[in-house]
Structure formats: structure tokens, C-alpha cells
């Protein structure tokens, strides 16, 4: 048996991995503030992984964070960082030689936009550090992100069939194999797809952590838009009246919990940035949430709140992050409690 797990379950660590001048952020100082915060607020809550590219950009990233006891640095070459897509996924595989095995699918930037060479090969080394190694681990020939499914932890994913179907990422695969091969990867006993294209800005091809999201076992948050002059109103209505017509595997109506979208925000040359409420993360004991300056803030913050009332809830400024096309949950990546690191 193969389960997936929810990420509201108990976790042993996060990683992330910290901007580099090597990237693509032209605002790298304002986003090393939000990584700085992101890195400090974690670590209130438990272990934090800090991938870095040397001992020197470690040295800078420590000028920053001080000497936590709970952040742990390891070294390696990544090309994004955008670990929600290129870290391995977790399942509790329980086999009479194993109990967790760690996936390491393939990942091809997105369909090929982007340049993905180190981070297609991130997982090796990260299954050669001391942190992991002891573990089962596989590589499987397929393409998939982790930004792009939502696991309720009891055998139901949650995802879009704009992105795991697009031709650009396994293209000699039919829409049967590709599902098929999921489920049995992910333990899944099913797939609830949705048609959605993505948002505006949006280059994963409809990422799921941008538009809908599992928050217990019978509730799902998802993007919402009631402006009939926005560009995304009738895609999200679309979504919206499908996730209405999603049941629980008990055969009951999910329990849905709008977000609002932002205001627009656009880059320097006016194109549309991807922000969105849904990319929140959820750690022990804490959700965190994006926030843009806008509006709409308070208002997503609070549908959060009474989604996880035994959860502190913060607000994390997502701003500088979204003008490289992610935010909060796309930069991050939770451990299970049930891998057991090496610390």
C-alpha cells in the first residue's frame, strides 16, 4: 500500500532553496527579505532546510538568519527555485522492506520553457546527503510537478488536466497512461480533475496550488473571482460549479471556500503576474499565507483562519516573490514527520 500524504500532517522538516545572483530575480534584494522572513517564521516551528550553492553563499544567507540551531544548509547546484516542482514527493510505502519511499520524478521546466538541467538532477543529490541517505528512493520516467497535485491523505488527488495532459510534458503518453501511472505512483484511488486554463502570468501550464486547494478531507479553498469585467471570471465560475460537483469519497458535497483574487499586478513591462491566495503553505502549527498589499488580504486571511482554527495564521508578503511567476507554496517544499532526517 502507497498513501500520499495531506500536507496538513505532521512534518519533520521544510525546504526551500535561497535566491542566488545566479537566477533570475531582478529584484534579488527584495526577495531575499521575503526569504528571510519566510526562513525566520518556519524555523519558530521546526526544522528548516536551506539548499545554498557553496560555502560562501551560505556565509551570506547566515549573515541574514543568524546561527538557528533548526536550520540546516545543504549544497548544490539548482537552476529555480521553485522547489514545489523539482523536490521529491514523500509516500508511506508500507512494503515488508519499507515503510516511506522518496519519488523523484522527472522535471522538464515546465514543458520545456525554462532551462532545468540542475534542477532535473537536484533529487540525487539531495538522496546522497547525509540529511536522507538510509532511505528508500526511486525515479520514475515520468513528468510531474508537485505544484501540480493536492493529496487529501486519504487516496483522493486533486488536480487539472490543463497541466498533467498538456503534450509538453509527456508527450508519447496517452491521457489514460498518464492518469493511470499517477494513481499507482501516488496510491491514489482517485482523481478529481478539473478543466481550468491557468491564471494570468501563470507559465506552469494551471498549476492546482494556484486555484484549489485541500484544506481537511471534506474542504477545498479555491481562487474565486465575482468581477464580470475580470478576465478570469468565467474560467474561475467554470471551476467553481465543477469543484461544486465534486463529492467526498462518502458521496457528500465538499465544503467550499472562496478566496478573492488580488488586484492585478504586472511587471515592469505591464504583463500580468499570477498572484493568488491559494498558494499558501501549511506547517506544524502554522498556516502560511501570501499577501500582496492589496485589499483582499484581510479578507482571504480570515476565510484561512476559520479553516485551520488551531492554527496561527501569518501573513507572509508575497509581492517581490510573485514578480518571478511563484509564490509561497511554489518556493517551498514539506518533509513528512514520518521521514526520519538525519540531523
Given at each position: 500500500m502507497i498513501r500520499f500524504p495531506a500536507e496538513w500532517e505532521p512534518q519533520s522538516a521544510v525546504i526551500i532553496a535561497w535566491p542566488h545572483t545566479s537566477g533570475d530575480f531582478t529584484n534579488l534584494s527584495a526577495v531575499e527579505s521575503n526569504y528571510q522572513l519566510i526562513a525566520t517564521t518556519i524555523s519558530r516551528f521546526q526544522p528548516l532546510l536551506i539548499l545554498c550553492k557553496n560555502g560562501e553563499h551560505q556565509e551570506h544567507i547566515q549573515a541574514q538568519l543568524g546561527n538557528n540551531p533548526v536550520i540546516h544548509y545543504i549544497h548544490a547546484e539548482y537552476n529555480d527555485i521553485w522547489l514545489r516542482d523539482t523536490v521529491f514527493l514523500s509516500m508511506e510505502w508500507q512494503h515488508p522492506k519499507a515503510k516511506l519511499q522518496l519519488l523523484n520524478f522527472r522535471f522538464n521546466g515546465w514543458g520545456n520553457k525554462y532551462p532545468h538541467e540542475a534542477d532535473n538532477a537536484l533529487n540525487l543529490t539531495l538522496f546522497a546527503h547525509p540529511l536522507f541517505k538510509g532511505h528508500p528512493?526511486?525515479?520514475?520516467?515520468?513528468?510531474?510537478e508537485g505544484g501540480s497535485i493536492e493529496s487529501d491523505g486519504a487516496g483522493t488527488l486533486l488536480t487539472t488536466k490543463n497541466c498533467?495532459?498538456?503534450p509538453n510534458?509527456?508527450?508519447?503518453?496517452?491521457?489514460?497512461?498518464?492518469s493511470s501511472q499517477v494513481q499507482n505512483y501516488l496510491g491514489a484511488k482517485r482523481i478529481l480533475w478539473l478543466e481550468q486554463n491557468n491564471l494570468a502570468g501563470d507559465d506552469t501550464d494551471a498549476h492546482i496550488d494556484t486555484l484549489a486547494r485541500f484544506v481537511d478531507s471534506h474542504t477545498i479553498a479555491y481562487t474565486c473571482c465575482d468581477d464580470e469585467n475580470d478576465p478570469h471570471y468565467?474560467?474561475?465560475k467554470s471551476?467553481?460549479?465543477?469543484?461544486?460537483?465534486?463529492?467526498?469519497?462518502?458521496?457528500?458535497?465538499?465544503?467550499?471556500?472562496?478566496?478573492?483574487l488580488p488586484k492585478p499586478i504586472v511587471d515592469e513591462q505591464g504583463a500580468p503576474l499570477p498572484a493568488n491566495y491559494a498558494n499558501f503553505?501549511?506547517?506544524?502549527?502554522?498556516?502560511?499565507?501570501?499577501?500582496?498589499?492589496?485589499?483582499m488580504d484581510k479578507v482571504a486571511v480570515e476565510r484561512l483562519s476559520a479553516c485551520f482554527p488551531s492554527h496561527e495564521i501569518i501573513p507572509i508578503p508575497c509581492r517581490a516573490l510573485v514578480h518571478q511567476y511563484?509564490?509561497?507554496?511554489c518556493a517551498s517544499m514539506q518533509i513528512p514527520a514520518?521521514?526520519?532526517?538525519n540531523f
Open positions: 528512493t526511486a525515479t520514475v520516467n515520468l513528468v510531474l498533467l495532459f498538456n510534458r509527456n508527450p508519447s503518453l496517452s491521457a489514460e497512461s498518464i468565467l474560467g474561475l471551476m467553481e460549479a465543477q469543484l461544486k460537483a465534486f463529492t467526498t469519497c462518502d458521496g457528500e458535497a465538499y465544503q467550499l471556500v472562496p478566496l478573492p503553505l501549511i506547517i506544524n502549527g502554522a498556516v502560511l499565507v501570501p499577501v500582496y498589499e492589496d485589499d511563484g509564490s509561497l507554496h514520518f521521514v526520519t532526517l
